[in-house]
T-cell receptor
Framework: DAGVTQSPTHLIKTRGQQVTLRCSPK?????VSWYQQALGQGPQFIFQYYEEEERQRGNFPDRFSGHQFPNYSSELNVNALLLGDSALYLC????????????FGPGTRLTVL | AQTVTQSQPEMSVQEAETVTLSCTYDTSESDYYLFWYKQPPSRQMILVIR??????QNATENRFSVNFQKAAKSFSLKISDSQLGDAAMYFCAYRSGSARQLTFGSGTQLTVLP
């Protein structure tokens, strides 16, 4: 049973560019959440997708957008990259029902130069 | 807004000894969950233990146990018989019963000394 997978592992972009990060949830899960983890800090919630819709959103600007596909996989898009967007981006999957335990992927390390 | 505070940026423990990591949180809700996650250098966040706020009994998972003090809004993690593989960053996290996102603390870096 594959866990949560994310791609790519590492990514280097320059300021002003756009980036797309991808996440495949754990088998059987229907909900995907994205978190940003700056160096030396705890993860911060970006948004959560269920049934292909954004259900909850944290305190992030509109430059951060997402998508969920019918197979429950998800993308995180960041436009007009800033140096401050450099971070580890974590994807977590869960079931919308019940306890909603979140399983995390290994993350994508984004560096903005 | 809910906040989670971990006041110990770094902790160290001798192998086979016991260590306690501290966490406090602030919430006005009565229905919530608390978690401890471990993040080793591989970066993958792993759930160590969880506690439902409505349960008075402290959760335990093998060598890991919590001391949940609801009135004091305190949620500490005790690791017994520490092993070298326990070395990692540990995050305390909160989730309200109505919301789906996790709110994390700033983490405690645990070093296990041989």
């Amino acid at each position: 049973d594959a866990g949560v997978t994310q791609s790519p592992t590492h990514l280097i972009k320059t300021r002003g560019q756009q980036v797309t990060l991808r996440c495949s949830p754990k088998s059987g899960h229907d909900t995907v959440s994205w978190y940003q983890q700056a160096l030396g800090q705890g993860p911060q919630f970006i948004f959560q997708y269920y049934e292909e819709e954004e259900r909850q959103r944290g305190n992030f600007p509109d430059r951060f957008s997402g998508h969920q596909f019918p197979n429950y996989s998800s993308e995180l898009n960041v436009n007009a990259l800033l140096l401050g967007d450099s971070a580890l981006y974590l994807c977590a999957s869960s079931l919308i029902s019940g306890y909603n335990e979140q399983f995390f992927g290994p993350g994508t390390r984004l560096t903005v130069l | 807004a809910q906040t989670v505070t971990q006041s110990q940026p770094e902790m160290s423990v001798q192998e086979a000894e016991t260590v306690t990591l501290s966490c406090t949180y602030d919430t006005s809700e009565s229905d919530y969950y608390l978690f401890w996650y471990k993040q080793p250098p591989s970066r993958q966040m792993i759930l160590v233990i969880r506690q439902e706020a409505y349960k008075q009994q402290n959760a335990t998972e093998n060598r890991f146990s919590v001391n949940f003090q609801k009135a004091a809004k305190s949620f500490s993690l005790k690791i017994s018989d520490s092993q070298l593989g326990d070395a990692a960053m540990y995050f305390c996290a909160y989730r309200s019963g109505s919301a789906r996102q996790l709110t994390f603390g700033s983490g405690t870096q645990l070093t296990v000394l041989p």
